[in-house]
């Protein structure tokens, strides 16, 4: 699946503010080696060089278009084109920051030891990942993919993304591996003033792609102009033409 650095920023505002949260929550000031796993067109990179200034901050992601965006915004941090899922360098790392991508990859219950295993004493895991897959966006995707003319093309469109488990699933995971774990889940409401044309933009940079890269230009078109349709009626917009979109994302801060 290909990422679009320009599609993703479209709400970077938006898409940012989860991971101000996120690092908010981490308590080791102190932290000298800082690593960003996937870290888009570097926006998420930014907060951490601000907040680390005595780190070596550094930036891997799996799309090549994000990679050149982060590296014409942080010329000076060292960014990397890596497979996060295949990602085995040692560490250790004060920090691990993983900002709405670990949704994308799975096997949660081996990959968060893992990743615990690559931090220093008192090393910070600091995760956020969308929890949106039974929310009405990706239904209806799933939906649209299934009923229309491209469904065997579509057939295996919803397996790309990772079911997020409940807060005590996350917990068990790692607790045995640090000495504290925190976990919440916020929703967001992020208004988007184009309505549900917002709604269908906002999800071309993230949920949507696996539907719509298998599809020709005019198959492409067909799914979004039912998707459309759709959300229309999921989120009607407010008296404005506004459409408040609830979005819920879980967190983990987990300790070494």
């Known amino acids: 699946m290909s990422w679009s650095a320009r599609q993703y920023v479209t709400f970077e505002q938006e898409r940012t503010r989860p991971a101000r949260d996120l690092l908010a929550a981490i308590a080791n000031p102190q932290a000298r080696s800082v690593i960003d796993l996937g870290c888009g067109p570097g926006n998420s990179t930014e907060l ?36 996060i899922g295949q990602w085995h360098e040692p560490g250790p790392f004060d920090v691990i920051f993983a900002n709405a991508v670990l949704q994308w990859l799975p096997d949660h219950a081996t990959l968060l030891p893992a990743l615990v295993d690559k931090l220093a004493p008192g090393g910070s895991l600091a995760i956020q990942m969308p929890d949106t897959l039974h929310q009405p966006s990706h239904r209806l995707m799933r939906d649209i993919a299934a009923n229309g003319p491209w469904a065997s093309q579509l057939a295996g469109a919803a397996d790309s993304r990772t079911e ?5 699933t996350y917990y068990s995971i790692l607790k045995p ?25 906002w999800f071309k940079g993230s949920g949507l792609r696996p539907f719509l890269e298998p599809l020709d230009e005019t198959q492409r078109d067909q799914y979004l102009a039912q998707y459309l349709t759709a959300i229309a009626q999921a989120y009607p917009a407010l008296g404005d033409g506004t459409v408040l979109l609830p979005f819920p994302r879980v967190f983990l801060v987990a300790t070494r």
């Open 48 to 83: 951490l060089v601000e907040r680390f200034p005595g780190a070596t901050v550094r930036g891997l992601d799996s799309s090549g278009d994000m990679i050149e965006a982060a590296r014409r915004r942080l010329p000076a941090v060292a960014f990397d084109t890596a497979d």
């Open 164 to 168: 997020v488990e409940d807060a005590s």
């Open 177 to 201: 591996h640090c000495t504290r774990v925190d976990v919440w889940r916020t929703t967001y409401h992020h208004p988007l003033a184009d309505g549900a044309a917002g709604v269908v933009e």
